[in-house]
């Protein structure tokens, strides 16, 4: 039901944000950029062996609970992994809107419309301003910041996010 209630503010407040904006401005050439957070900086998803998902990081019903359940981890040194707890779940990153979802506001506020915690919010909005596109010249890149960027899977999603940034981009490809 907490699900239900999430999903349906989340459409509500992306309804009313999409209500009050118009046409912006593309300019298809601006070189492709990656916002990527610093820790705790992505929401975090949990997704069960029944496949359902839900968001536990960061979480505005039913906090504690699924936060203790879902998203307390262990070390495992076998690994150099970060794991669950809870062994019927794993924690993954949404990659809603080419990786911004997960990093754009990370804790909405229960009054609809409205937002609480923004991280790159503002800064995406105004990089739209300036012309640039989400999915071609705009993308972001969260990650479970539980885990070491030194482990291999991680740097692997990373190679695989600047590949699809490559290519999403017209194959742009510059050096600063």
Known sequence: MAVLVEEL???IELWLRLSKKSAPIVNPNL???ILVPGIAG???N?????GTEERVWVRVLRADNEFRL???SRFDPSTGKTVSMDQKSRIVVPEDRYGLYAIDVLDPDLVIGQEGVYYYHDLIEQMIRWGYQEGKTLFGF?????QSNRLQESMDRFLTK???VYTSSGGKNHSY
């Open 9 to 11: 503010i989340r459409s």
């Open 31 to 33: 070189d492709p950029v």
């Open 142 to 146: 969260g990650y479970d910041f539980r």
């Open 42 to 44: 992505s929401i975090l």
């Open 46 to 50: 949990s997704v069960d062996d029944d």
């Open 162 to 164: 600047l590949e699809s």
């Open 70 to 72: 879902k998203l307390w």
